[in-house]
């Protein structure tokens, strides 16, 4: 009963910046935790970044901490991923999520939905 769909993916230079969104169709979000993921291939979906939809806290994968900022957009029902000092290490396709629990977030199994996946590409 949700849909999430991602934007924001590209090509760009080690370095730089990008922005990812996830627009949410459907059911409120008022209780639920959004994730984002990220897959390169021949890997295994890793965990990113959540937010509590209702504020209760925020959590990063230690591989990005100080890089990137989670965030929300109430009145777009749109989450934000911002991607600083981008590595080629963070080549993927990103993935969006949503979970009904507040525990467990940082593994894929707790997700109940999840968008389509853009490309984020950074170069050397």
């Known amino acids: 009963q ?3 769909v ?3 993916g590209g090509l760009v230079q080690a370095g730089e910046s990008l922005r990812l969104s996830c627009a949410a169709s459907g059911r409120t ?3 639920y935790v959004m994730g984002w993921f990220r897959q390169a291939p021949r890997k295994e ?3 990113v970044a959540a937010l509590s939809w209702n504020g209760r806290g925020i959590w990063y994968a230690d591989s990005v901490e100080g890089r990137f900022t989670i965030s929300r957009d109430i009145a777009r029902n749109t989450v934000y991923l ?3 000092t981008l590595k080629p290490a963070d080549t993927a396709v990103y993935y969006c999520a949503a979970s009904h629990k507040d525990s467990g977030l ?3 199994s707790s997700y109940d939905y999840w ?3 853009t490309q984020v590409t950074v170069s050397s």
């Open 2 to 4: 949700v849909q999430l």
């Open 106 to 108: 940082g593994y894929s």
């Open 45 to 47: 979906r890793e965990f």
């Open 29 to 31: 979000f008022s209780s």
């Open 82 to 84: 911002q991607m600083n």
């Open 6 to 8: 991602e934007s924001g």
């Open 115 to 117: 968008g389509q996946g």
